[in-house]
């Protein structure tokens, strides 16, 4: 897995906006590796409960004047031509009135418009600059520039995704709120749920793709910023907090920043650690955790290739994740389309026609 070879990349971790303990670029990509997996899992999950329909139900959920093995003949039918398992519900009452199971898949996918968002967020960020942001990170330049500013280059493919993912919590509220709409025996919200959950996956899906292939593939690191944030930063005196306690350490931090000098000039000038005792013990890479190498002082800080071509691209499984987002998609488009067909066929709302050929028959 490629983030491996971000293992070696230390840069200077942040909390509230704020400079903080260092971490690697390897930890955080394998945070959001993990983010995105959690969602995965959600969504797959969410799954099981949406190939459960209210077949055989008409009108109110008695089954009247239908063969009491209709709905369990028409699911095995249905499983057998399209290889999905269906199964009629086990109560038909809730299934009519009620569409829990499209709320709770939806909700996998705000899930993953958040973690999205934050993820892309986190990328724009350090890749903002070149010259006044943090620049700790090179974005892949996919267009000439800004029409108004030579050379200028935005942040594009993070911008699409955000405003996707901005678009899908607002289609959840919109589902929420037609799931809740289910009076007596029946929901009559079923096109605005089917078509705003089926949105939800196409616009995922493409912008997920195309945020792996024309940003996270391509993303390079800027060595020499990240080594001079991790230098000058103020959050390395906790490393000597185990040795000096926190006042004095906090001592350290302070006279640095006040005369705009070194934790280590600051340090020897109160007469807290001897230059030795700070050299020891004042080393980022002992400051990463368990499982990452805390040996080999001497090793480089960051990844040592500054030529564009071997400089670490993104972590392999962040690009999996995010470049095959597919959540189902052809059997989740089925199964909405199917919710609106029947609405339509049993004399539902017309616009429940009007979702159908907009696309939501795979």
């Known amino acids: 897995m490629k983030s491996v070879a971000f293992k070696d990349v230390i840069k200077i971790g942040r909390t509230h906006w704020q400079d903080a303990t260092p971490v690697t670029l390897g930890q955080e990509f394998g945070g959001y590796a993990a983010q995105l997996g959690l969602c995965e899992r959600s969504i797959t999950q969410a799954l099981e409960a949406v190939f459960s329909f209210a077949i055989g139900g008409p009108a109110v959920g008695t089954g009247l004047n239908t063969h009491p093995e209709f709905g369990a003949r028409v699911a095995a039918k249905l499983s057998a031509r399209l290889g999905l398992p269906w199964v009629q519900a086990n109560n038909l009452f809730a299934a009519m009135a009620g569409h829990e199971a499209l709320v709770a898949l939806h909700g996998s996918f ?47 493919q993070v911008e699409a995704l955000t405003m996707v993912c901005a678009q899908v919590m607002g289609h959840d509220a919109a589902i929420g709120f037609g799931a809740s709409q289910g009076q007596f025996e029946l929901n009559v919200y079923k096109p605005l749920i089917a078509l705003n959950v089926q949105d939800s996956i196409h616009l995922l899906a493409d912008v997920m793709h195309s945020f792996t292939r024309h940003c996270v593939a391509g993303i390079a690191i800027n060595p020499e910023r990240m080594e001079a944030y991790v230098h000058h930063s103020l959050m390395l005196v906790n490393a000597l907090t185990p040795y000096i306690g926190y006042d004095q350490s906090a001592q350290i931090a302070k006279l640095a920043h006040a005369n705009g000098g070194t934790l280590r000039e600051a340090a020897l000038a109160l007469g807290f650690v001897t230059a030795q005792q700070f050299d020891e013990w004042v080393n980022p890479r002992k400051m990463l955790g368990e499982g990452l190498p805390t040996s080999g002082e001497n090793r480089p800080m960051v990844h040592p290739s500054t030529s564009p071509p071997n400089r670490p691209d993104a972590s392999q499984e962040l690009q999996r994740l995010l470049g095959q987002f597919n959540p189902h998609a052809e059997l989740v488009q089925r199964h909405l389309a199917l919710i609106a067909l029947l609405d339509w066929v049993r004399g539902g709302p017309a616009s429940a026609q009007s979702c159908v050929q907009r696309g939501a028959v795979a």
Request: aromatic share 0%; glycine share 14%.
């Open 110 to 156: 705000k899930m993953l418009a958040i973690a999205l968002t934050k993820i892309g967020n986190d990328i724009r960020l350090m890749g903002s600059g070149p010259r006044a942001g943090l620049g700790e990170l090179v974005l892949p330049q996919n267009e000439p520039g800004s029409s108004i500013m030579p050379g200028k280059v935005n942040p594009t």
